[in-house]
């Protein structure tokens, strides 16, 4: 009878020793997995711009790059014209024209129009987005009317020019073989105090 | 934040912002070039002409950063021989 229950017992210890080791590990491989989802967002972050997967910037291009391009005459793509105001701002905001034609490696001019049809000035600031967003990292405004603070006086209405090119690359990548319409949508705020906008650089994480 | 669903990131353009052309400075480019567009079914490359023109017109007032031609793309239509026409698409 002792003999059995002393057997149990160091039979218990072992079995005791290991449960802890397995917790252990389990412990471990528990924390480790969740230290992996959260170093999981800046690593796609990077492999993301290295690769320019999902509409992110692929390192800079430089500006030799617009006076070197050859237009791909071949390839002739539809951007389309979105414009947006948010609620709070009261400018009448449109684009002067619904699309234009145009081709890789050639740089366009396209104009939107806003109106302050208030008694007071308003200062408003915008982003942009281009749908389809894989289109997006070809899509290169040289210059525009974004992200800068613009003041429009009371009953006042302005040309907003943008002036972008599509680049060459695009008529290479096959994942853009079927894109044939890039639209590009602008949208106003209202310019507030600790009002936080997405803008590039603005970290809000 | 989302993780992992993609969004678009915008980004600053490469000149940065346009100033206002609040006193309508170039108004008279810009609509020879709407006017060009819509006689050309909305094809830009019909209308480069009138584009370098009304960045030119920019330039003139201070509503642009001066820069040469070809490094806005315009290289193209200031090659020397006049008889080269653009080639249409």
Redesign the interface.
Known sequence: MRRHSRKSRSQEEEWRTRNKTVLTYIAAAGVGMIGLSYA??PL?RLYCQATGL????VAGHD?DQ??M?K?V??R?IKVTFNADTHASIQWNFRP??T?????PG????A?YRAKNPTDKPIIGIS?????P?DA?QYF?????????E????PH?E????V?F?IDPEFDDDPRMARVDTITLSYTFFEAKEGQQL????YSY? | ?N??S?????????????P???F?E??TF?ET??RC?REN?????KC?LQ?KD??ECRMDHQL?AREPL??????DLMDPPPSQEE?T?
Request: proline letters at 8%; glycine letters at 8%.
């Open positions: 999981a967002v796609y999902g509409g992110t910037a500006t617009v006076e391009m237009p005459k071949e002739v002067q024209q699309e234009i034609y145009v081709v050639e740089t366009a001019l104009f982003t942009y987005n281009v749908v967003f997006g290169n405004k040289i210059q525009c009317f974004c992200f800068e613009q003041r429009l006086n006042e302005v040309d907003m020019p002036f090119y997405p803008l590039p650089g994480n | 934040m993780f992992g993609k969004s678009f990131k915008p980004r600053p353009p490469d000149k940065g912002s346009f206002l052309d609040h309508g170039c108004k810009k070039f709407m567009l079914s909305f094809d830009n490359s480069r584009s009304y960045l642009m070809q490094k806005l793309g315009f290289k080639s698409p």
